[in-house]
């Protein structure tokens, strides 16, 4: 049996389980039944996409699943994952669906699931959804044997609407003219709508990557790879560069000088402006188990403390919405600022870096400098069939002894949530030890995956 919902909603190779139409048409009647069942006037469902060639296939699909039990689909075609949101609370929509593979390559796709708040849904509500798909006789029993179905209809000026949302979050007097960007688009959600909004607000805007195909998707570009974006800010002589990835929702920073700036830096800029404004909530920051510990050492200093979730940026927004945090993120670019979204939204975090940047007399070089990154090593393994529990056990208690005695080291072994890998992690101060450690790892959980 297959597992349906991942680290974040729904993800895997197209045409492979969950991804199949079969399998999509029961996870939106479900969703459906399970979302909109207590309401009492017709339901609707808000369905957006990026930009590959397999969202051809699921939008129409998801659309007739939610029609055929009797819910009204706006389609809203390619957006960022963050538009989503907005628009659900705007147009008092129940439910959201993102078709979206996300950061993988157009071979995968997926769906993320929001509520009537605009909030992904609960892992309780995942396995509710699961428990039915999976489990025939309780699939037909939810079925809708009504001759009344919903209808659907397009909706044109979606783009405009997260735009005007977007340049709201703006304090008023913002000047965002004179400041030279770069944004790569990763071919992915934001192709469109990112260059609009930075031109609005009289950025000169260089834009690359924004060229969708179907199939030219978080390839080699966006938020996943830096290399092209780095070289066109040196190259125009920019004042900084935005990555996004395929979905719009995670960004990663390069400077004036092409250094990278990955979440963890962007949160550390965040924390430091927040703090000054007297606006972090509790003075807490929440990021993952990913988070370098240079990071949790410069927060300390500043007296602000650290809550780490297990990945996912979900696992974050559920922390943050648990104490009602302002900021978090992860150091792979999710940042989750609290008081304008529910979500990740790479472009909305571009334009408060541009806001404070405007508002500073520093390059974006210096901006932010603020603390010194412990050297981390990562490394995937790859593995072909689902692991057993004996493998997970084993995989789990490499993490938890692995360094006891050796404690300036940190060290995270985990199965990835949206594919078939093992993702390790090495840290500390000295380059040599970790690249050392790493490979000894390496050995260690390729013994439990490939060992007949």
């Known amino acids: 049996m297959f597992k349906i919902f991942g680290t974040d909603g729904v993800r895997c190779k197209v045409n ?39 969202g051809y296939l699921f939008e129409p699909l998801m659309t007739s699943g939610f029609v055929s039990m009797g819910m009204d689909v706006i389609l809203v075609g390619p957006l960022p994952t963050p538009a989503l949101p907005m628009l659900i609370n705007s147009m008092r929509a129940d439910m959201g669906v993102m078709i979206t593979g996300s950061h993988n390559t157009y071979e995968y796709n997926g769906l993320k699931f929001f509520d009537n708040k605009g909030r992904k849904i609960s892992k309780k509500l995942e396995l509710s959804i699961e428990n039915i798909v999976l489990n025939e006789k309780k699939y037909l029993e939810i079925t809708n044997k009504n001759f009344n179905t919903g209808k659907a209809i397009r909706l044109e000026d979606a783009q405009g609407r997260y735009s005007e949302s977007l340049k709201l979050s703006l304090k008023k007097n913002t000047n965002l003219k004179n400041i030279k960007i770069v944004l790569d688009c990763g071919n992915g959600a934001t192709y469109s709508v990112a260059p609009i909004i930075f031109w609005e607000l009289g950025c000169q805007v260089i834009v690359i990557n924004d060229e969708p195909d179907g199939k030219n998707i978080n390839k080699n570009c966006g938020a996943i790879n830096v290399k092209a974006l780095s070289k066109k800010v040196l190259e125009t002589k920019s004042d900084i560069g935005f990555a996004f ?30 703090l000054n404004n007297k606006k972090l909530v509790k003075n807490t920051v929440v990021a993952t188990k990913m988070s370098n510990l240079g990071f949790e050492n410069y927060l300390n200093k500043m007296g602000v403390n650290l809550i780490r979730t297990d990945v996912g940026d979900i696992n974050v927004i559920e922390a943050m919405n648990k104490k009602s945090y302002c900021l978090g993120g992860e150091q792979s670019g999710h940042i989750i600022l609290g008081e304008y979204s529910n979500t990740g939204d790479g472009i909305l975090v571009a334009l408060k870096i541009l806001e404070i940047l405007k508002n500073s007399k520093n390059k974006t070089n210096k901006l932010f400098d603020n603390y010194h990154s412990y050297h981390q090593e990562k490394i995937n393994l790859s593995f072909d069939n689902n692991l057993n529990d004996k493998m ?24 990835s949530g949206t594919e078939p890998l ?18 000894l790892l390496k050995i260690k959980v390729e013994k439990i995956l490939y060992d007949k």
């Open 422 to 439: 093992i993702r390790v992690l090495v840290e500390g101060k000295n380059k040599k030890e970790i690249r050392k450690e790493i490979k």
């Open 16 to 54: 492979e389980e969950p991804m199949t139409p079969d399998t999509c048409l029961k996870i939106a009647k479900t969703a459906g039944y399970l979302l909109a069942r207590d309401v009492d006037k017709k339901s609707r469902v808000i369905i957006s996409k990026d930009t590959r060639l397999s």
């Open 392 to 415: 997970k056990n084993s995989i789990k208690k490499i993490s938890s002894k692995i360094f006891l005695n050796k404690q300036h080291l940190r060290c995270l072994v985990r199965e």
């Open 245 to 274: 990835d395929g979905d719009g929702d995670r960004i990663i920073v390069v400077d004036n000088k092409g250094n990278t700036i990955d979440g963890d830096k962007i949160l550390a800029l965040f924390a430091k402006d927040l």
